[in-house]
C-alpha cells in the first residue's frame, strides 16, 4: 500500500478509535492487510477460466473501472507472473529467503522491520508498474534495496552477507542431502528383510500344504 494511501487510512482510524497500539504497528497491520487483500482478488476473480476480456469487464463492486482494468493487465502480463511464479529470484526474495530462521521467522527483530518496510516499498512500486510498462522489475529491485538499506556501498554489504549466508545453506543442503542417502539405505534393508521373511513364510505355507496333500493321499487308499 502505498504510503500516502496508508497515512490517509491511519487518519481515519484515529477519528473514529482511541489507538491502544503504535502508529506504526498500525501501518504494519495495513500493510499486510493489503497485501492480503490483493492476492484474495486475484485468487477468487482473476485465476477463473474465463477470457481476459471477460475478467476486464467484470469490474468489482468499489473499483473505479480504470483502477480494475490497470490491475487485471498487470497480472496478466509478463512482469505480472514473475512476480506472481517466484520462478525469478530477485534480490528482495533473496533477501526474504536468506533472513529467516528454519521454522520460517526472520532472524532479528530488525530483519523483520526491513522485510515489513521492503514489503511496503514493493506495494507501492508495483502500484506504479500496474500503470507503466516501462518500468523494469530488476530496477524496482535495486532502488527498493537502497531505499530501504541505505546507499549502494551499505546495500554491496549486504549482499556479501547474503553469499556469505547462501554458502551457510548449501552446506546444511549438502548434510541433508546425506541424511536422506542414510534414511534411504535403511529402507531398503528393511525392505530386503521383509521380502526375506515372507518368503520364508511362504515356503513354510508350501511345505505344510504337501504334507496336508500327502496325508490326504494316504487317507484315501484302501488297507492292504
Known amino acids: ?7 490517509q487510512a491511519l487518519d481515519n ?3 473514529r478509535f482511541a489507538l491502544e497500539v503504535s502508529e506504526t504497528y498500525i501501518k504494519k ?15 477468487e476473480y482473476f485465476k477463473k477460466d474465463i477470457s481476459l476480456e471477460e475478467k476486464l469487464r467484470n469490474v468489482l463492486q468499489g473499483m473505479l473501472r480504470y483502477q ?9 502480463s509478463k512482469k ?14 533473496l533477501f526474504d529467503i536468506t533472513h529467516r530462521k528454519k521454522d520460517g521467522s526472520p532472524m532479528t527483530s530488525e530483519v523483520g522491520e526491513i522485510m515489513e518496510k521492503l514489503k511496503d516499498k514493493k506495494a507501492e512500486y508495483e502500484a506504479i508498474v500496474s500503470s507503466d510498462s516501462s518500468v523494469n522489475l ?6 527498493i534495496i537502497i531505499e530501504v538499506l541505505g546507499p549502494e556501498s551499505q546495500a554491496q554489504a549486504e549482499v556479501q552477507r ?11 543442503t549438502g548434510e541433508k542431502i546425506l541424511q536422506l542417502k542414510v534414511e534411504a539405505a ?15 513364510k511362504y515356503n513354510e505355507l508350501q511345505l505344510q500344504l504337501q504334507n496336508m496333500i500327502q496325508m490326504f493321499q494316504l487317507s484315501q487308499k484302501p488297507p492292504s
Not at 29 to 43: E, F, I, P, S, V
Not at 138 to 143: G, T
Open 68 to 76: 480494475w482494468k490497470d490491475t487485471v493487465r498487470f497480472w496478466n
Open 29 to 43: 497491520a495495513l500493510g499486510k492487510k493489503w497485501r492480503d487483500h490483493k492476492n484474495t482478488l486475484k485468487k
Open 1 to 7: 500500500m502505498p504510503a500516502s494511501n496508508k497515512n
Open 138 to 143: 530488476e530496477d524496482i529491485d535495486n532502488r
Open 13 to 15: 482510524i484515529k477519528e
Open 186 to 200: 535403511s529402507l531398503k534393508e528393511e525392505a530386503v528383510a521383509r521380502e526375506t521373511e515372507q518368503n520364508r
Open 162 to 172: 547474503l553469499k556469505d549466508q547462501m554458502t551457510q545453506m548449501q552446506a546444511s
Open 80 to 93: 505480472g507472473e514473475e512476480l506472481s511464479s517466484g520462478q525469478r529470484v530477485g534480490r528482495l526474495q
